[in-house]
C-alpha cells in the first residue's frame, strides 16, 4: 500500500487516538515531572457555625503570583518518581544499611507502599494470566464436544462473568462470600471453622481477589478459544488419529499449536489488563490488604486535596511496567513482522 | 463436530459434561442468586442474621406476607427512573460500536497491507496508548472539557470510549485482515479499481464475521465502563453502570441497596438477548478472524 | 410505601408551589454538590426560582468535578455545596468570592451563625450541620443493667459485658472500613485525646507522640469487640450489621440516624430499641471524641457578577425558613431559624453542646486524613506496632505535601 493511501486510511483513527491519548500521554508526562509551587501561609481568623479559631491558611495574594510567573509549577524533575509514595529511593537505600539480613530488608520494604503494591499485582498478575488462559481452554474444549442445542446457552451463561460490569460483579460476590453469606457459610462448613472470615485476613483477601480474577478473565479466553477450535484441520487431525495418536497427543501436537497465535494475543491482552488491576479492590473494599498502581491513582485522585503530580507518576510507571511486561511478546512480535517483511 | 476424530471415548464425554456442569455453576450460581435476592428485603438479601434468610425470605415475608416482593424493581424502574439510563446506555454503545468499527475496519485495513517499519511501530503505539489507565485519562479530560462546554453530555462520551477502544479495535482487525488473502483486493486493482474500491467492493462483503466479534467486544466496553461514563456525564445522562453505582450510597448516603440488586438484574437481560442472537455470529466471527499476536 | 412516597412528594410539590413567586433572578444558576436527601431539597429548592436558568449536578462524585468544574473562566459551575473538609480545596485553588457585598444587598434574612468567615470574609453560607455520635440500643443495656456510656472506656466495659453474657457476639459497630472513613475515626479518638494534628502555623505534622499511640491502642480494643471483617465496613456496612440486630453500640453519623431503623424488614427489637446519645469522651479528656461538620454553599469566584447575584439569590431563597416543613425537618439538623429539632437530632446537638471542635478547614488536613487512611490498616490488623504505623503515616504525610508546597 502506498503512503499516501495508508495515510488517507489510518488518518481517523490516528486522530482519535492522538487527540484522546497521545495529548493526554503528553500533559501526564509533563504533569509528572512539575509539582505545585510553595504555598504562602498566613494565619486567619476562621468562623463557622461552631465559633472562631485561629488556624493557617494559604495567603492567595502571594501564591497567584508565584503561579502567574511559572504557571507549570516548579521543576521537579524525577523527585515524585524517587519519593516515598513512588520508588522510594533513599527508604530503600535506608533500609538496605540498616537491615542486618536480606529478610529484614523485604520486611522494611514490604512496608512502603510502591513495593507492596507490585507485590500484590505481580502475583495477581503471574497467577491470574495462565490460570484464565487453561481454565478458558478447558472450558472451550469441553463446551466444543457438546451438542449443537446446548451450546448457545452453555455460552451464554459461560459469558457471563465476563459481560457483567467488574465493579457490580465484583460487588455481587462481595456479598455472598462475607462470613454470613451463602458462599462464606458454605466455607465455614467446609473447613469446620465457625470463624473463617475471607474478608479479614491478607491471605485470603488475596485468594479471592486471584478467585474473582480468574472467574471474570477466563470467559474471554474461553470465547477467543472455542471461536479458534472451529478452524481446527479436520484432515490432520484425523491423519493423527490414523498413526495411532492419543486424545491427548491430539490435543498436544494438533489442537494446541493450532491456537498458539490466539493464546499470545490472549496473554498479551490480560497481562496488561492484569496488570493494571482496579475493579476488584475496589469492589471488594480490600484495599486494607491488597493494593495496586492503578488503585493509588485513585487514592490520590478521590483524596480532598488531589495530588495530581503524584497520580501521573504513578501513570507512568504503569506504562513502562506493562511495557517492561510484554517485552518478550513484543520482541517475538517484531521477528514475525521481519519475517513477514 | 460429526468429524470421527473428535468423537470421544464414553469416560471422557462424562467427565467434560461434568466439567461443563460444574463451570455453568461457578459463571451463573452469583446471577441466579441474585436474581433469587432481588425479590427480597435488604435485610434478606445480606441475611446477616443468618443466611437461610436469603432463600426463605423471612424478613421479606414478615414485611409483606409473602416472601416475594418487587419493590426493588418498582423502585428503580419507577421511581429512579432507571429506564432513562438504560436508553442513555443503548445511545452509547450504538454510537461507540459504529464509530469505533468504521475507524477501526478503515485503521485496521491499512495496517494490514502495509508492509513498511512504521505498521509495526504504530501497532506499538497502540498498545502503549492501551496500557494508560483510564482514570489518568478522564481526570485530564476534565479540565478542558468543561473549559470547551462539552462536558456532561452524551457525544463527549461517545468519542472518549471510541478513542480509548480503539488500540484494541486496531489490533483485532489487523489480525483479522491479515487472514483475509492479500490476492482478493490485488486483483481488483489489477482490474483498475482504486485501494478504497477494492476495499469497499471486496473486502467489506467478506469482513462480517470479524466485524461483529470486534464490534461484541467494544459493545461490552461501552457497556461495563465505569471509569469515564461515571466521571464525564452528569447525573441526567448516567448510563446504567453509573446510575446503579449511586444506588449504592457513601458515607454521607443511605444506599438502596435493593434498587441497585434490581437494576443489576435489569442490566443483564439486554446482554442475554444480545448474546442469544448473536450467538452464532460470535462464534463464527472469531473463527475466521482468528486473532493472532 | 411507593403510594406514601409518591403522596408525600405531591405534597412537597403544592408547599412548593406555594412559595414559587418568592424568587425572580436574572442569570445562570448552575449546582454541583452531593447527592443526599437534604442537598436534593436544596436543588430543589434553588430550581423554585423564575427568570432565569437553574440547573443541578448532585451527586457522589462532586468533589472530583467541582474544582475543574469552576476553573473555567467562566465557570461550568456557578456554585458548589461543600463541607468544611472539602471548601479548603476550592480556597487553594482561589475558586470562590467573599460574599459580604451579596449578604449586605440580598442577604438580610441569614443568621451570622450561618456565614463561614476566613479572615474577615464570608466565603460559605451553612445550612445543615453533623457529627458523628453514640447510637446505642436500649433494651440490651437494660439487660445488662448498664448506664449510657459517656466515654469509650464505659463502651468497651459495656462491650464486654454483652460479649460475656452471650447477647451478641461482636456489640461494638464502627465504619472502620480503610481509607477515609478508618482516617475519621482516628480524627474524632486523636481530638478526644486531646491531641494536635499539626504544630501550631505550619504544616508539619505532629501525631507521632503519646496522645497518637493512645488513640491507637483505643482503636484497637474497640475493634476486638467488631465484626472480624471491621476493614471493609463503611458506615452503610456498619448500618446493616445495627438493622441485622448484630450491634448494640456504635459511633454513627447524626445525618444517618433518622432513617436508620426505617429500612424495610428491621425487627421490632431492634425498632424499639434504638436510641441516640451525644458523643463519647475518650481517655479522661473533656473534648468529646467527634467532630462537627456542616455543609453549606459557595459562589464561583470565575462568573459575572450578574450570576453571581442570582446563584445567591437562589440559594438564600432555597434555605429560607418557609422551606421547613415535616418531610425536610427530619433530613438534617438544619441551621435555619425556626428549626425545631427533632428527636433524630439529638445526638448532634448534644455534640455541639458538649463543645466538640469542627473537623479542621486547614489546606493540608485532607493530605493528612489520606495518609491515615492507607497507612493505619496494618497496625489495625496487628501486623505493626503503634509508633511505627505513626512514623508511616508522618512519612505518606511528608511526601504528599512536599509535593504540593505546603513543606
Known sequence: ??????????????????LFIAMPLVSVVMQSLFTPHEQVFKIVETCDPFGCKQSTGIDLEATNSLRAEKPLGRFAGLNIYLDRGHLASSEVAAAWLKSDGIGAFFNAIGNLPFYRAMAFTLTFTFLV?????????????????????????????????????????????????????????????????PDLSLKASTGLTWVMLMVYGVWHTAPFAFVVFYAGLQTLPQDTLESSMIDGASRWQQIKYVVIPHIMPLVTFVALIQLMDNFRVFEPIVGFNASAHATSLSWFIFNDLAGETRLLSSASTTSVLTILGVCILLSPVLVRTWRDFNRKV | MSSKALKQPPALRTFSTIFVVFWLVIAAFPFLWTLWGSFKVELDFFSKADWRNALTGARTFVEYGTAFTDNGYEGAWVQEEFWRSVLNTAIVCISVVTISLTLGTLGGYALSRSSFRYTFWLLIAALIFRAMPPITLVSGYLLPFFEWNLWGKLPTTIVVLVAINQPFT???????????????????????????????????????????????????????????????????????????????????????????????????????????????????????????? | MLLKRIALTSALVLTASAAFAD??????????????????????????????????????????LNVPGMQGDPAEYTSAIVANSSIVALMNDDLIRPLDDLIAEHGQDLQKSQLITIDGKVMAVAFMANAQHLVYRSDVLAKIGVDVPTTYEEMLAAAEMIRSQGIMENPVGGAYASGWNLAQEFNNMYIGMGGEFFSAGTAEVSINNAQGVATLEMMKSLSEYMNPDFLTHDSNATNAEYRAGNVALMNMWGSRAASLVEAEGVAQEVVDGMAIAGPMTVGGGNIPATTLWWDGWTVSKNISDEDAAATFIALTHAIRPEMLNEETSSQAVWLISGYEPTDASEGVIAAANAGSVPYPMLPFQGLLHTALGAELTDFMQGKEDAATALADIEAAYNAAAKEKGFL
Open chain 1, 1 to 18: 500500500m502506498k503512503h499516501k493511501t495508508f495515510f488517507w486510511f489510518f488518518l481517523p483513527t490516528a486522530v482519535a487516538m492522538l
Open chain 1, 129 to 193: 494470566t495462565p490460570l484464565a488462559i487453561i481454565l478458558g481452554f478447558v472450558i472451550a474444549v469441553s463446551v466444543n464436544s457438546l451438542h449443537r442445542h446446548l451450546k448457545g446457552l452453555v455460552i451464554f451463561f459461560s459469558l457471563l462473568p465476563m459481560i457483567v460490569s467488574p465493579l457490580i460483579g465484583s460487588l455481587v460476590l462481595f456479598w455472598m462470600i462475607d462470613s454470613r453469606g451463602i458462599l462464606g457459610n458454605a466455607l465455614q462448613w467446609l473447613f469446620q471453622d
Open chain 2, 170 to 293: 486496531l489490533w483485532m482487525l489487523h489480525s483479522f485482515f491479515q487472514k483475509i488473502p492479500k490476492e482478493l483486493d490485488e486483483s481488483a486493482k489489477v482490474d483498475g479499481c482504486s485501494q478504497f474500491q477494492a476495499f469497499r467492493r471486496v473486502i467489506i462483503p467478506v469482513m462480517w464475521p470479524g466485524v461483529i466479534t470486534t464490534g461484541l467486544f467494544s459493545f461490552l466496553l461501552a457497556y461495563n465502563d465505569f471509569a469515564v461514563t461515571s466521571m464525564l456525564l452528569s447525573t441526567d445522562n448516567q448510563t446504567m453502570v453509573p446510575k446503579i453505582a449511586s444506588f449504592l450510597g457513601t458515607t454521607q448516603t443511605e444506599g438502596n441497596v435493593m434498587f441497585a440488586v434490581a437494576a443489576v438484574v435489569s442490566a443483564t437481560v439486554p446482554l442475554f438477548i444480545l448474546v442469544m442472537f448473536f450467538q452464532r455470529q460470535i462464534v463464527s466471527g472469531l473463527t475466521q478472524g482468528a486473532v493472532k499476536g
Open chain 3, 23 to 64: 424568587c425572580t433572578i436574572s442569570g445562570r444558576v448552575s449546582i454541583i454538590g452531593n447527592e443526599f436527601p437534604a442537598i436534593q431539597t436544596i436543588g430543589a429548592g434553588a430550581s423554585e426560582c423564575t427568570g432565569g436558568e437553574v440547573t443541578t449536578n448532585l451527586t457522589a462524585d462532586h468533589q472530583t
